[in-house]
């Protein structure tokens, strides 16, 4: 009888510039069992989607050196990460910022304020169904 292989967790690439969020998500996201690598602005963020080939990005949108929404119009204009999905996760909670990323191609826009353990392992698991 085939072994049959453990499942592999998803790799999810969290970009966030604030040192303290970034490590309290990583955190999270490994607590979950999830394998996660982090960039701290946008250039390294585009390096990390493009050479790590993550299942999943949480992006935020004021990052240095390249913002969030041109991260996200990067990866989609991209044929080889087109269909990556980007969970926006942001203190911008203005209805524009949020409709941009949504038109922009995020699965979702997460604001940070509203952001628990919960509600991101829910997401991010609704996203990965898709």
Request: aromatic residues 6%; charged residues 30%.
């Amino acid at each position: 009888m085939p072994t049959k292989k453990p499942s592999k967790k998803p790799h999810i690439l969290v970009v966030e510039d604030e040192p303290a969020l970034r490590e309290m998500y990583a955190a999270w996201l490994e607590a979950e069992k999830y394998q996660v690598s982090t960039a701290e602005d946008g250039v390294v963020g585009i390096d990390h989607i493009m050479h790590q080939q993550p299942d999943l990005v949480l992006l935020d949108i004021m990052l240095p050196k390249k913002d969030g929404f041109e991260v996200l119009a990067e990866v989609r204009r991209n044929p080889k990460t087109r269909d990556l999905p980007v969970i926006i996760l942001s203190s911008l909670d203005k209805d524009y910022e949020q409709k941009q990323g949504i038109n922009l191609g995020a699965e979702h826009y997460l604001v940070k304020t509203d952001i628990s353990p919960e509600l991101l392992y829910q997401t991010i698991n609704q996203v990965l169904k898709q």
